[in-house]
């Protein structure tokens, strides 16, 4: 079965620090990889997209990408209150469909 | 970006009623449409995947007979929720998707369904 896993948190970070959300997945096939932010109530919004292994920076966000350890993280810097929202990482399967399988997310509080 | 639009945005039923929810891609031509439901504390979960003038694809545990996806232009998809439960009350988000987007799929607003 084709999953992606994420830590669920909560992750807590002080004002201007750098968050760090990591995510695994199982499809080894996969080559397309997103970050969603969604706030409460909300539907997901894109942040990133990288599909080559390495950084893909962004402003204060970025990327990193290791297929080898099939392993998709996103760090952002500078890290603002507005920033709390739970993170999603998406991944496009190998399959036909190319759908999305979404990680469960990780709820980040940036503290004032 | 693409922008797509999703009717209505809450909407509250009565057990036993049928709902349907729209999803409008404005300024693109979405070929193919996701639907997906979101649980509290969830993430999401894909329903079903639909293209222009075919039947959809529903994922394994999903109603077919209960989700009811149209999906008649290269505009708009429709989710019909039919004799809703309670245990029908969720959060559903429809993505979209152009043949030139061949990775970037555009979100909708999503829609709060409550059935009392």
């Known amino acids: 079965q084709k999953e992606v896993e994420q830590n669920s948190g909560p992750l807590s970070v002080p004002e201007g620090a750098i968050a760090s959300l990591n995510c695994t997945y199982s499809?080894?096939?996969?080559?397309?990889f997103f970050w969603y932010r969604q706030y409460s109530g909300k539907s997901p919004e894109l942040i990133m997209s990288?599909?080559?292994?390495g950084d893909k920076e962004d402003g204060r966000f970025t990327a990193q990408l290791n297929k080898a350890s099939q392993y998709v993280s996103l760090l952002i810097r500078d890290s603002q209150p507005s920033d709390s929202a739970t993170y999603l990482c998406?991944?496009?399967?190998?399959?036909?469909?190319?759908?999305?399988?979404f990680g469960s997310g990780t709820q980040l509080t940036v503290l004032p | 970006g693409a922008v797509v639009s999703q009717h209505p945005s809450r909407v509250i039923c009565k057990s036993g009623t049928s709902v349907k929810i729209e999803c409008r891609s404005l300024?693109?031509?979405?070929?193919?449409m996701f639907w997906y439901r979101q649980f509290p504390k969830q993430s999401l979960m894909l329903m079903a995947t639909?293209?222009?003038?075919?039947?959809?694809?529903?994922e394994q545990g999903v109603e077919k007979d209960k989700f009811l996806i149209n999906h008649a232009s290269l505009t708009l998809s429709t989710l019909t929720v039919t004799s809703a439960h309670p245990e029908d009350s969720s959060f559903y988000i429809c993505?979209?998707?152009?043949?030139?987007?061949?990775?970037?799929?555009?979100f909708g607003q999503g829609t709060r369904l409550t059935v009392v």
């Open positions: 993505s979209a998707k152009s043949r030139a987007s061949i990775n970037e799929a555009f």
């Open positions: 499809d080894r096939g996969s080559q397309s």
């Open positions: 990288i599909y080559s292994n």
């Open positions: 998406a991944v496009i399967s190998s399959g036909s469909a190319r759908q999305l399988t």
């Open positions: 300024d693109f031509q979405a070929t193919t």
């Open positions: 639909s293209n222009e003038g075919s039947k959809a694809t529903y």
